[in-house]
Antibody, heavy 120, light 108 residues
C-alpha cells in the first residue's frame, strides 16, 4: 500500500521559513510525479506545486511563485517543499500527493498532512 | 484560470437514498474532471477521474458523468461512511488543477 508521511510543519512568524518533507514508501518513488496541496483551516483544497519524476518539470501556483521551492531526492524516497517569506495566508494543512498511475495531473494517493501556522 | 463551481453546498439525504452532486466549469474541461472524497480529519481520496472512471478500490455505488462544463457525481445508495465532503477538480487546463468549493453530504 502506498505510504506518504509529511513532516516539518509548525508555527512560524510572518516572513519566516519552513521546510516540509514527505517520506514515501511501498512504491518505486522515482517513477512517479509528486504534488503539494494545501487546505486552509475550514476551507477547500488548493494545489500548490508539482514536480516530475526526474525533477525536470516543476510548476507552482501563482501565489507561491518565488517563495516556495519544490524538490525531491529519489535516492532517499523523499519530497520537499522549502517555504520562504511565509505569510498568514499560507496557514494550512499541507499534503503531499502522488500521481495516479502515470497521469501526472491526478492526485492519486495522499499523505495525512502537516499543519503550517504562520502567525506572530 | 478555470473556475469550478459545486452545487449545492450542502445536500441532505437519507441513508440508502441516492445523492446527486453537481460541478460546473467556467469553460470546457473535456473529460478531465476528477472527484475526491474527504472525511473529517483525513486526507482526500481520489474517487473518479476522466469524469467517469472509478479509481482503484472505489465501490460501484459511486459513479461520475458529464463532459465539457457540466459534471455529476452520483452515489446510488448512501452508506453511513459516505456522509462527508466531496470536491471536484479539473485537470484539463493544468497547472493549476483548480478545485470546486466542495459539497457536504449530510444525513437528512
Amino acid at each position: 500500500e502506498v505510504q506518504l508521511m509529511e513532516s516539518g510543519g509548525g508555527l512560524v512568524h510572518p516572513g519566516g521559513s519552513l521546510r516540509l518533507s514527505c517520506a514515501a514508501s511501498a512504491f518505486t518513488f522515482s517513477r512517479y510525479s509528486m504534488h503539494w496541496v494545501r487546505q486552509a483551516p475550514g476551507k477547500g483544497l488548493e494545489w500548490v506545486s508539482y514536480i516530475s519524476s526526474s525533477s525536470r518539470t516543476i510548476y507552482y501556483t501563482d501565489s507561491v511563485k518565488g517563495r516556495f521551492t519544490i524538490s525531491r531526492d529519489n535516492a532517499k524516497n523523499s519530497l520537499y517543499l522549502q517555504m520562504n517569506s511565509l505569510r498568514a495566508e499560507d496557514t494550512a494543512v499541507y499534503y503531499c500527493a502522488r500521481d495516479y498511475d502515470g497521469i501526472g495531473e491526478l492526485l492519486g494517493y495522499w499523505g495525512q498532512g502537516t499543519l503550517v501556522t504562520v502567525s506572530s | 484560470e478555470i473556475v469550478m463551481t459545486q452545487s449545492p453546498a450542502t445536500l441532505s439525504v437519507s441513508p440508502g437514498e441516492r445523492a446527486t452532486l453537481s460541478c460546473r466549469a467556467s469553460q470546457s474541461v473535456g473529460s478531465n474532471l476528477a472527484w475526491y472524497q474527504q472525511k473529517p480529519g483525513q486526507a482526500p481520496r481520489l474517487l473518479i477521474y476522466g469524469a467517469s472512471t472509478r479509481a482503484t478500490g472505489i465501490p460501484a455505488r459511486f459513479s461520475g458523468s458529464g463532459s465539457g462544463t457540466e459534471f455529476t457525481l452520483t452515489i446510488s445508495s448512501l452508506q453511513s461512511e459516505d456522509f462527508t465532503v466531496y470536491y471536484c477538480q479539473q485537470y484539463n487546463n493544468w497547472p493549476p488543477g483548480t478545485f470546486g468549493g466542495g459539497t457536504k453530504v449530510e444525513i437528512k
